[in-house]
């Protein structure tokens, strides 16, 4: 089971999957990665488990717990692992639900045209107007549509102090877009600037 947690828990900590279920009857573990990223678990010898919300709620389980892991592997599209404390299958299902949390530092670096999902959001993505740059949104979220990574943003504009204000529609509801994540259409990425230069029109 996770150990108790302490003072050390890093501030970097992202979440990257859950536990599905039992796997077999030796205390493994399946994992659902959140993304496609799911070799960030593979190369990780600690993870941080959360309680799901039912049981951290009664204030035990809420915090991020740390647990080494003796044995990982790719099993289809999810993983299954081995984790110290878990001897048996219904330890294992007592798992089940629990988020799967790892430092952002332990990641792999990634090649030059590639970046994990959880780096882009908060980035600001613009467009373009009359060849002059202008504000898009802020990403919110990376989905997957299965054949490349879509960003989800929130749509954003500069307000009179130069600050970014959500846009919403007649409804109070909140404007959002889907915009491909592909060099067609997001032609550079600034990481450090937390920016986005796209193609996609401003107005839609």
Avoid at 77 to 104: F, P, Q, T
């Amino acid at each position: 089971m996770p150990e108790t947690p302490g003072s050390d828990t890093p501030g970097d900590l992202v979440e990257l999957g859950r536990v599905a279920s039992a796997y077999g009857v030796k205390g493994w573990v399946k994992i659902q990665p959140y993304s496609s990223h799911a070799e960030v678990l593979l190369d990780t010898a600690t993870w941080w488990l959360k309680a799901p919300a039912p049981l951290a709620r009664t204030g035990a389980l809420s915090s991020l717990s740390p647990v080494k892991v003796l044995a990982c592997r790719a099993h289809g599209a999810s993983v299954v692992a081995s984790l110290d404390g878990v001897a048996d299958r219904n330890g294992a299902e007592s798992l089940k639900g629990w988020g799967i949390w790892v430092s952002r530092s332990a990641f792999p670096s990634s090649d030059p045209d590639e970046y994990y999902w959880v780096d882009l959001i908060g980035c600001q993505l613009w467009g373009e107007r009359e060849g002059v740059p202008e504000l898009i949104g802020t990403v919110a979220e990376v989905l997957d549509n299965g054949a490349h990574a879509v960003l989800r943003v929130a749509r954003m504009a500069a307000g009179p102090g130069g600050e970014s204000v959500a846009l919403e529609d007649s409804r109070g509801r909140a404007l959002e877009v889907l915009v491909p994540f592909v060099a067609a259409h997001v032609h550079h990425v600034d990481l450090a600037a937390r920016r986005l230069d796209s193609d996609w029109p401003v107005d839609f």
